[in-house]
């Protein structure tokens, strides 16, 4: 029995729209919550089977994370004495993570797994409340792997994107049910109420991760306009269900009364459950803002957060912005074509349904092949949440691959729904017209579904052999040439080159010695080197990942030199090609800054990572900072890395490992 048919018989006001127990009894149920915990057993054994053995590498802004979470586990405030571009929900996580287990890269990558199922499980609830459990188990197996098939530098990672999938998905999945009445049986107001509040402060935890999440308030607004006109107004029904489903007739009650639990809303009732959702959305950000108060960080926190990232979203013009987005959206659904093919199903069924509606002619024409009328808005819903994800991803005026974690579980819900309608679709044996154009050319279900198939293999095998080669690599032990060659072991070989340099061990050592060993590998010292600058490591650029493999206290705040230089991380490196973002008065002060924390800790080495790739943003090249570097002797270039060292360390002393 599915949960749209449980609805339709137990349609009581005082009930949720998802109540397990009110699902039948006996084996039938049971067999069905066995099925679940099946599906779920499965779903974690090829979770971890997809990420587990990329867990010894860091990925793209990993160093950022580690460094930032370790730094505040020494004490350190965040903004005021680190500093940090995002909201502070991520290094708050990873600290608490790093508290408890070890500041260890299998810690977040298996919490990652942890993660990925818990999101899993919410989108599994969301489907199985709008559609069936079949929708539901469907989308959860979706999640599980089309979270792991883009870019695996932004996917295998733990960052700000998927940290907040989880909240944003369980926050707008309450939102929808507190407006219960437009996919089933009404809702209690009071119960549509607590709905709002609580999916709203989901999503304030969601906004201190990525700021994005706030779009889910404008879903929610969306909703609230959509709401009232499809259980008010008869024009959106569809034949076989005239808004009044058969138990509610049976019972004499209509979605469309005036009764006080009715599906009728008034625009007061609206207001009322948006007040309840800000409410919500206040509380849940509360506690992260008392915490950058309480720490004394508010000005940086508004100086990092909000007025570098409206710039950085603002760096390049509208023209490059449509270009990336026409770019990288074509990439990313023509490597993930399954998602594609779901959605243009559900997109263009959608819209004719909603053109047929328009004409009681059309109505009855639609006959057998029709869904319900709650079918057609869950169908909307949840093409209205993606079209706003898909807003909020290209706010940052980039499109990175983990920017896309933001439509994935709309993207998931919309899939299995696809999925679940196509082979209804083919099974049905009404007249042909009633089937969109484009899916009569296929007779039979086997010819899409394996058309369905071939591209999915098409997306596991370009995405999952690396999987294989690093599986085959643990177990024999050894790294085979692809590994060697992937981008991800070269950044990662040439940081533990550094470090291995940094910590005076012998050449080799970076590919020889374990993640765990590098990082406690203790630096060889003479008697005349005793001395807290051992302890601490400036790198200049935006490679803090040296700063996690050297297991070294940064000496200054500034881990990265955005703020140092007003040049954004992911153009600095490009020569001529960029232009500051940030006033020369600010960065200059920042610089100042900078002068004065690293007088305060006179690290024993400093990396320039920057200048390799840019002479104009070399450390050496800034006038601040340049009589300082004249205490630090140049050592010579590791892979693209100059390294200077302090020269009373460097007395009789060669660097090994160094290029002369």
């Known amino acids: 029995?599915?949960?749209?048919?449980?609805?339709?018989?137990?349609?009581?006001?005082?009930?949720?729209?998802?109540?397990?127990?009110?699902?039948?009894?006996?084996?039938?149920?049971?067999?069905?919550g066995a099925t679940v915990v099946k599906v779920f057993a499965a779903l974690a054994a090829l979770t971890f089977l997809l990420r587990i053995f990329y867990a010894g590498h860091l990925y793209q802004d990993d160093g950022l994370w580690f460094t930032s979470a370790e730094e505040l586990m020494r004490g350190k405030a965040l903004y005021r004495e680190i500093y940090f571009d995002k909201p502070p929900a991520l290094p708050l996580v990873y600290a608490g993570l790093f508290k408890i287990f070890g500041p260890h890269i299998l810690t977040i990558r298996l919490f990652t797994i942890f993660y990925s199922l818990a999101v899993s499980f919410v989108l599994y609830l969301f489907g199985a409340w709008l559609y069936e459990r079949r929708t539901g188990l469907i989308a959860a197996a979706l999640f599980a792997v089309?979270?792991?098939?883009?870019?695996?530098?932004?996917?295998?990672?733990f960052n700000t994107d998927f940290l907040m999938a989880l909240p944003y998905t369980a926050g707008v999945y309450l939102l929808a049910r507190s407006q219960g009445a437009m996919f089933g049986p009404v809702v209690a107001r009071a119960q549509s109420l607590r709905f709002a509040f609580i999916?709203?402060?989901?999503?304030?935890?969601?906004?201190?991760?990525?700021?994005?999440a706030a779009f889910a308030l404008l879903f929610f607004a969306a909703l609230l306009l959509i709401a009232r006109r499809t259980v008010v107004s008869s024009q959106w029904s569809v034949a076989g269900d005239k808004t009044e489903s058969r138990g509610q007739k049976a019972e004499g009650k209509s979605m469309t009364s005036n009764e006080p639990d009715s599906g009728r809303q008034t625009a007061s009732g609206k207001l009322t459950a948006a007040f309840c959702a800000l409410?919500?959305?206040?509380?849940?950000?509360?506690?992260?803002?008392?915490?950058?108060?309480?720490?004394?960080?508010?000005?940086?926190?508004?100086?990092?957060?909000?007025?570098?990232?409206?710039?950085?979203?603002?760096?390049?013009?509208?023209?490059?912005?449509?270009?990336?987005?026409?770019?990288?959206?074509?990439?990313?659904?023509?490597?993930?074509?399954?998602?594609?093919?779901?959605?243009?199903?559900?997109?263009?069924?959608t819209i004719r349904r909603a053109k047929a509606n328009r004409s009681e002619a059309a109505k009855l024409a639609l006959g057998a092949d029709s869904v319900t009328a709650s079918e057609f808005r869950a169908d909307l819903t949840l093409l209205l949440w993606f079209a706003v994800s898909y807003a909020g991803l290209a706010v940052g005026g980039r499109f990175f691959g983990h920017y896309f974690f933001q439509i994935l579980p709309s993207l998931c819900l919309i899939g299995a729904r696809g999925l679940v309608s196509i082979n209804e679709s083919l099974k049905a044996q009404s007249d042909s017209s009633s089937k969109p154009r484009w899916l009569r050319a296929f007779s039979n279900r086997r010819a899409l579904f394996a058309a369905l198939a071939i591209g999915f293999a098409v997306t596991i095998v370009r995405f999952h052999s690396r999987t294989v080669t690093l599986a085959v690599d643990w177990a024999r032990g050894t790294k085979s040439d692809a590994t060697r060659e992937w981008f991800?072991?070269?950044?990662?070989?040439?940081?533990?080159?550094?470090?291995?340099?940094?910590?005076?061990?012998?050449?080799?050592?970076?590919?020889?010695?374990?993640?765990?060993?590098?990082?406690?590998?203790?630096k060889v010292k003479r008697a005349d080197e005793q001395s807290a600058s051992s302890d601490y490591l400036f790198v200049w650029g935006y490679r803090p990942e040296i700063y996690f493999w050297t297991d070294l206290k940064p000496a200054s705040r500034y881990l990265s030199t955005q703020p140092l230089t007003g040049v954004p991380a992911d153009v600095h490196y490009f020569g001529?090609?960029?232009?500051?973002?940030l006033d020369e008065n600010v960065t200059a002060a920042a610089r100042l800054q900078l002068l004065r924390d690293l007088e305060q800790t006179r690290p024993?080495?400093?990396?320039?990572?920057?200048?390799?790739?840019?002479?104009?943003?070399?450390?050496?090249?800034?006038?601040?900072?340049?009589?300082?570097?004249?205490?630090?002797?140049?050592?010579?270039?590791?892979?693209?890395?100059?390294?200077?060292?302090?020269?009373?360390?460097?007395?009789?002393?060669?660097?090994?490992?160094?290029?002369?």
């Open 1 to 32: 029995m599915s949960l749209r048919a449980a609805r339709t018989k137990n349609p009581s006001p005082d009930s949720p729209p998802l109540n397990i127990s009110s699902l039948q009894t006996g084996s039938g149920s049971q067999f069905q």
């Open 146 to 157: 089309f979270s792991t098939t883009y870019q695996e530098g932004h996917f295998q990672g």
């Open 199 to 212: 999916g709203g402060a989901l999503i304030g935890i969601a906004f201190q991760t990525n700021p994005k």
């Open 279 to 349: 409410a919500g959305f206040a509380a849940g950000a509360l506690p992260f803002w008392i915490y950058i108060a309480a720490t004394h960080s508010l000005s940086e926190y508004w100086l990092y957060v909000w007025d570098w990232g409206s710039r950085y979203a603002r760096y390049y013009g509208a023209r490059a912005i449509a270009a990336s987005a026409l770019r990288q959206s074509v990439d990313y659904f023509a490597l993930n074509n399954t998602l594609l093919v779901a959605l243009a199903f559900v997109a263009v069924s």
């Open 488 to 522: 991800h072991e070269i950044l990662n070989r040439e940081e533990r080159m550094v470090a291995a340099g940094i910590k005076d061990m012998p050449d080799g050592a970076a590919d020889r010695v374990g993640v765990e060993a590098m990082r406690v590998a203790e």
């Open 576 to 581: 001529d090609g960029y232009h500051p973002i």
């Open 604 to 660: 024993e080495y400093i990396v320039d990572e920057l200048g390799a790739f840019n002479a104009a943003l070399s450390i050496k090249s800034f006038p601040e900072l340049a009589g300082f570097m004249e205490e630090y002797k140049p050592l010579g270039m590791i892979e693209r890395f100059m390294i200077y060292r302090r020269k009373e360390f460097t007395k009789g002393r060669r660097r090994r490992n160094a290029e002369p």
